[in-house]
């Protein structure tokens, strides 16, 4: 985006409070230490994916680790590869809930909400099951709904 910028005339300037607030900004070419820091972060989350799949699979780290390199599998060659098995059973969305009800102790037909649902559905479920409780406090209920946005945030939550 640097180049596009340049060429069309148009710059930004950060005016910020710490050398890395503006970190991965199109405007400029990444710095020596924000490349650092970054690789480090997904270095630590890279290691703690591995670790995570070998517990869960009681598998020494350095068997998972020649697998866990961003290739895909199908699920056939997920239940066998070289002796490791990424999966237990194969199946579709509705199997893997039908089990996720099962180890829950869920009887009945589980209810599934989906990530396209909106954030303000929890509340309206919860609200019927109170029957009108939240929708009474209109401005306690217009506090929880959120914003439409979509996209990367940062939160801070000060103590």
Do not use: C
């Amino acid at each position: 985006m640097e180049g596009l910028f340049g060429k069309i005339g148009y710059k930004m300037e950060a005016i910020k409070s710490g050398k890395f607030k503006d970190i991965g900004s199109m405007a400029r070419p990444m710095t020596a230490d924000e490349r650092k820091l970054l690789q480090n972060l997904i270095n630590d989350a890279y290691g703690q994916f591995v670790a995570a799949v070998a517990a869960g699979r009681n598998l020494p780290v350095e068997k998972v680790k020649p697998w866990a390199d961003g290739r895909i599998f199908s699920g056939h060659q997920a239940m066998d590869l070289d002796g490791i098995k990424l999966v237990d059973q194969l199946g579709d969305s509705d199997d893997a809930v039908a089990l996720a009800a099962k180890l829950a102790g869920i009887t009945g037909k589980p209810r599934v909400k989906h990530d396209t649902e909106r954030f303000s559905d929890i509340f309206e479920m919860l609200d019927s099951r109170f029957h009108g409780v939240l929708e009474s406090r209109s401005s306690l209920w217009e506090g929880l709904k959120p914003t439409e946005y979509t996209g990367l945030e940062y939160r801070w939550g000060g103590r």
